[in-house]
């Protein structure tokens, strides 16, 4: 042990903290907006559908879709027990990323989780 620690002596490593100045700039966006020109969904393993008909439009998964890929839609829908909704909720699977927030925070498991298939 004595002749590992001869052979490799630990020196201490010191970091220097860079100044304000010296730190590249992060979250930089120079063009707001880009991102709809990126299709962003083409990773996915997993994609959300929503049943229209199990659905009550809480919006919820809406709300938490950390990408924009839920849509409102001013379509109505009327479900297989008679209820009528002015809005339906559609995803873009152009921009959904398979995450499954919104099939985790469904109230009414309206959102299910299928393969997806190429």
């Known amino acids: 042990m004595a002749e590992s620690k001869e052979k490799f002596p630990q020196t201490p490593i010191v970091l220097k903290e860079p100044k ?12 707001p907006g880009n ?11 997993f994609r959300p559908i929503i049943d229209q008909d199990r659905c009550i439009r809480c919006l919820i998964c809406w ?11 001013d379509k109505p829908y009327k479900t297989k027990q008679g209820r009528e909704y002015k809005i ?12 499954g927030i919104c099939v985790q925070e469904c109230p009414v ?7 997806e298939v190429k």
Do not use: H, Q
């Open 88 to 99: 339906t909720l559609e995803i873009d699977y152009n921009y959904c990323k398979g995450c």
């Open 20 to 31: 304000w100045n010296e730190v590249w700039m992060g979250a930089l966006i120079p063009e």
């Open 35 to 45: 991102s709809v020109l990126n299709n962003t969904g083409t990773w996915r393993v």
């Open 63 to 73: 709300m938490y879709c950390p990408e924009p890929a839920i849509k409102i839609l």
């Open 109 to 115: 498991k309206a959102i299910e989780f299928v393969e």
